[in-house]
Antibody
Framework: QVHLVQSGAEVKKPGASVKVSCKASGFIFTAYILSWVRQAPGQGLEWMGWINTYNDYTDYAQNLQGRATMTTDPSTSTAYMELRSLRSDDTAVYYC??????????WGQGTTVTVSS | QSALTQPPSASGSPGQSVTISCTGTTRDVGTSNSISWYQQHPGKAPKLMIYEVTKRPSGVPHRFSGSKSGNTASLTVSGLQDEDEAVYFCSSFAGGNIFFVFGTGTTVTVL
């Protein structure tokens, strides 16, 4: 079975960093691009960026202003998303998702990140 | 980047049809065949329902269908069932350094 399993919830103070992991199973990790999407409480989906797991090429959403870094560890089929200089409006559920057919066909369970002083 | 525009809500009685629009521009929906639709129930991750404008992943009921005309894509749910009550999001590839964009989301209520 194809799965993406994410790390657990995080609580961070403003200005800190958070790193969320996403472990893949059931498919060839390096054959797909992995996306990161976030959803603020009661809001819509926001694309953050994606990483080509074969060559580590990345694209990021402009509004992250260079605060996000996406990486992979193919030896463990795990992707990571680090977000720095956290602000209160970064409070959201963060999802990883497999890009396929121009959409996202497999999603992780989500990781809640709360930014609060 | 601006989100694609969807109506905030739509509704229908069981057995009826509901159509949700997703309006973009020539920089995204109008020039992309990578239009997808997702269903999200409360507290759950989104689920892919339609990809490449009209295609259904395995396991998605035939009552879900997609189309596109110009800068607007649409999702139609025919024969509404109670379990179809959810929030639906569209998405599209976008040109330039925007790359990818989601719609604003539509809450579908089964009356």
């Amino acid at each position: 079975q194809v799965h993406l399993v994410q790390s657990g919830a995080e609580v961070k103070k403003p200005g800190a960093s958070v790193k969320v992991s996403c472990k893949a199973s059931g498919f060839i990790f390096t054959a797909y691009i992995l996306s990161w999407v976030r959803q603020a409480p009661g809001q819509g989906l926001e694309w953050m960026g994606w990483i080509n797991t074969y060559n580590d090429y990345t694209d990021y959403a402009q509004n992250l202003q260079g605060r996000a870094t996406m990486t992979t560890d193919p030896s463990t089929s795990t992707a990571y998303m680090e977000l720095r200089s956290l602000r209160s409006d970064d409070t959201a559920v963060y999802y990883c998702a497999r890009r396929n057919w121009g959409g996202m066909d497999v999603w992780g369970q989500g990781t809640t990140v709360t930014v609060s002083s | 980047q601006s989100a694609l525009t969807q109506p905030p809500s739509a509704s229908g009685s069981p057995g009826q049809s509901v159509t949700i629009s997703c309006t973009g521009t020539t920089r995204d929906v109008g020039t992309s065949n990578s239009i997808s639709w997702y269903q999200q129930h409360p507290g759950k991750a989104p689920k892919l329902m339609i990809y490449e404008v009209t295609k259904r992943p395995s396991g998605v009921p035939h009552r879900f269908s997609g189309s596109k005309s110009g800068n607007t894509a649409s999702l139609t749910v025919s024969g509404l069932q109670d379990e179809d009550e959810a929030v639906y999001f569209c998405s599209s590839f976008a040109g330039g350094n925007i790359f990818f964009v989601f719609g604003t989301g539509t809450t579908v209520t089964v009356l």
